[in-house]
T-cell receptor, first 115, second 113 residues
Framework: AQSVTQLGSHVSVSEGALVLLRCNYS??????LFWYVQYPNQGLQLLLK??????LVKGINGFEAEFKKSETSFHLTKPSAHMSDAAEYFC?????????????FGTGTRLQVTL | GAGVSQSPSNKVTEKGKDVELRCDPI?????LYWYRQSLGQGLEFLIY????????KSGLPSDRFSAERTGGSVSTLTIQRTQQEDSAVYLC???????????FGDGTRLSIL
């Protein structure tokens, strides 16, 4: 079985500060890993994905994440937060070898950006 | 349209009624997924369709839940004899094939009175 743990249900940063959202995964098979963002009353938008190529993955809106197998982590970072980054962020894992590729999500981290 | 379309965007119904939720995936996407998002349970997988293969129903919480996908395109999620715990946002996603990134619709917010 696969699982994802997101540390910190709420994170608050100042505008211009570093954003770091933590995600640790558990998987018995090589995983695919994803970060999604959700704005109020909207669906989930894909930020970036790891699919066993480069371990440092760059996504949209200046976000990036690094896959670290030794730490079973896939933390999301952005060098400088913007007010428009305020949203809920979900880390997700899927099974590369399974037939379904359904996503298993973390519980989400709500990012607040203050002036 | 360019994205995944879900209807209705909001649905309020009385306990015990049946509801149907609709999903129009992105044209050409062969994989279609339903998820449920609720305060207590977070985001949960419900069911998955891939082409003409038998659907993966492993996430459906009870036999009151069913889904179909006609012609490999539009999908309908049906909940029979709704209960208050069914209140949630139901999200549909599609992907080009399995293991490709999933694109989500804006969801249907279901409220059971």
């Amino acid at each position: 079985a696969q699982s994802v743990t997101q540390l910190g249900s709420h994170v608050s940063v100042s505008e211009g500060a570093l954003v770091l959202l933590r995600c640790n995964y558990s998987s018995s098979v090589p995983p695919y890993l994803f970060w999604y963002v959700q704005y109020p009353n909207q669906g989930l938008q894909l930020l970036l994905k790891y699919t066993s190529a480069a371990t440092l993955v760059k996504g949209i809106n200046g976000f990036e994440a690094e896959f670290k197998k030794s730490e079973t982590s896939f933390h999301l970072t952005k060098p400088s937060a913007h007010m428009s980054d305020a949203a809920e962020y979900f880390c997700a894992v899927s099974d590369q070898t399974g037939t379904a590729s359904k996503l298993t999500f973390g519980t989400g981290t709500r990012l607040q950006v203050t002036l | 349209g360019a994205g995944v379309s879900q209807s209705p965007s909001n649905k309020v119904t009385e306990k015990g009624k049946d509801v149907e939720l609709r999903c129009d995936p992105i044209s050409g996407h062969t994989a279609l997924y339903w998820y449920r998002q609720s305060l207590g349970q977070g985001l949960e997988f419900l069911i998955y369709f891939q082409g003409n293969s038998a659907p993966d129903k492993s996430g459906l919480p009870s036999d009151r839940f069913s889904a179909e996908r006609t012609g490999g395109s539009v999908s309908t999620l049906t909940i029979q004899r709704t209960q208050q715990e069914d209140s949630a946002v139901y999200l549909c996603a599609s992907s080009l094939t399995r293991n490709q990134p999933q694109h989500f619709g804006d969801g249907t917010r279901l409220s059971i009175l």
